[in-house]
């Protein structure tokens, strides 16, 4: 069974930082680009962050750019999102994403499986 959980969420203060992980059963990591999307309470859901799946290159939207740092590791068939400084507008369900080499990334409809999401709360 083809299937992607998040885990890692929860509640931080702003400023702090936390580190989600994506792990896939039923199907290898390392042969998909991984995407972090976003969702806010009554927002559209955004894209976060993706890391290739050929050559590695990384991309950050600008509002996470400087603080998250996406990763992969190929042996534990997981991607990690790391998550400093974070602020209550990084508040959202985090989603991540495998996308089999379809361009452009940032397209959700080019990403082939999903999983269900992890609450991250930024608040004091």
């Known amino acids: 069974q083809v299937q992607l959980v998040e885990s890692g969420g929860g509640l931080v203060q702003p400023g702090g930082s936390l580190r989600l992980s994506c792990a896939a059963s039923?199907?290898?990591?390392?042969?998909?680009?991984i995407g972090w999307f976003r969702q806010a309470p009554g927002k559209e859901r955004e894209g976060v962050s993706c890391?290739?799946?050929?050559?590695?290159?990384?991309y950050y939207a600008d509002s996470v750019k400087g603080r998250f740092t996406i990763s992969r590791n190929n042996a534990k068939n997981t991607v990690s999102l790391q998550m400093n400084s974070l602020k209550p507008e990084d508040t959202a369900v985090y989603f991540c994403?495998?996308?089999?080499?379809?361009?452009?990334?940032?397209?959700?409809?080019?990403?082939?499986?999903w999983g269900q999401g992890t609450q991250v709360t930024v608040s004091s």
């Open positions: 890391i290739y799946n050929n050559d590695g290159q990384t």
């Open positions: 994403a495998a996308n089999p080499g379809r361009r452009p990334l940032a397209q959700e409809r080019n990403y082939d499986y």
């Open positions: 039923g199907f290898f990591l390392d042969y998909y680009a």
